[in-house]
């Protein structure tokens, strides 16, 4: 079970001072967003350069861009450590993966609420990840959608399934209103691994909230 706190909620102006409040977590989720794939807009490349440039953590990079095929690459590059695509932005996402994991990053495929798991359920040979979003993306702070669960339970059917017949773990990965009150039921649906923005960041003690989260998951997933 990892947690990875979302930079989108904490202070832009002071991003190095807020990654050493979590110094528990697991990774950090950077989100990308170019106001053309989700109306709204974050950081880009040099600002991840610059995270890179200041910690040694895991760097989860969730680009809600369109043309990831292009713009993907470059992340991996920077020396991030995982790099998440949205399949309904990538023209070739097989080819994309292919690519990210030649750079040497983990790649990772996310889909929107209303994007079935099914059509994909090939791909995830070409995966390290799957992220399912639990909001519909775009802004942190959203309330969790409940509906997104019989998803996650199918997902973890089909990853169970593939992770048997080659061994290679794949991570299924939830974003969107993942708290205190929503985990155990994110953990009991079979996810591992939880991103979490206003949660942490809104916490009085950021890093006791990582912590908090990763003990509810580990106990409600048995
Ligand atoms: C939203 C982003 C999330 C966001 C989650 O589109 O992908 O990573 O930070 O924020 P919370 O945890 O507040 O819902
Ligand atoms: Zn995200």
């Known amino acids: ?27 950090l989720h950077v989100d990308v ?14 600002v991840v350069e610059a995270i890179r ?26 020396g991030a450590e995982s790099v998440t695509f949205h399949v309904e932005a990538a023209a070739a996402p097989v080819r994309l993966a292919r690519e990210l994991r030649r750079l040497g990053s983990k790649a990772a495929m996310a889909l929107k609420p209303a994007t079935p798991i099914e059509p994909y359920a090939d791909l995830l040979g070409e995966l390290d990840m799957v992220l399912i979003m639990t909001v519909e993306p775009g802004f942190g702070g959203q ?62 003690d950021p890093d006791a909230m990582v912590n908090q989260l990763r003990e509810a998951a580990v106990a409600a997933a048995g």
């Not at 079970?1 to 990774?27: C, K, W, Y």
């Open 143 to 204: 309330k969790f959608l409940d509906l997104c669960l019989p998803k996650i339970r199918r997902a973890r059917e089909l990853i169970a399934r593939r992770t048997g017949s080659d061994g290679h773990h794949i991570a299924l990965q939830l974003d969107g209103g993942v708290s205190a009150e929503t985990i155990e039921r994110c953990a009991e649906a079979g996810a591992d691994c939880f991103v979490a923005g206003s949660a942490v960041f809104g916490a009085d």
């Open 1 to 27: 079970m990892t947690i990875h706190p979302s930079l989108l909620s904490a202070d832009f102006a002071n991003l190095q001072t807020e990654i050493q409040r979590v110094p528990s977590a697991d990774g």
């Open 53 to 78: 440039s200041v910690s040694d953590k895991l760097l989860d990079i969730h680009l809600m861009i369109e043309d990831p095929d292009r713009w993907a690459p470059a992340y991996a590059e920077a």
């Open 33 to 46: 967003m170019d106001n053309h794939f989700v109306p709204n807009l974050t950081l880009g490349l040099p």
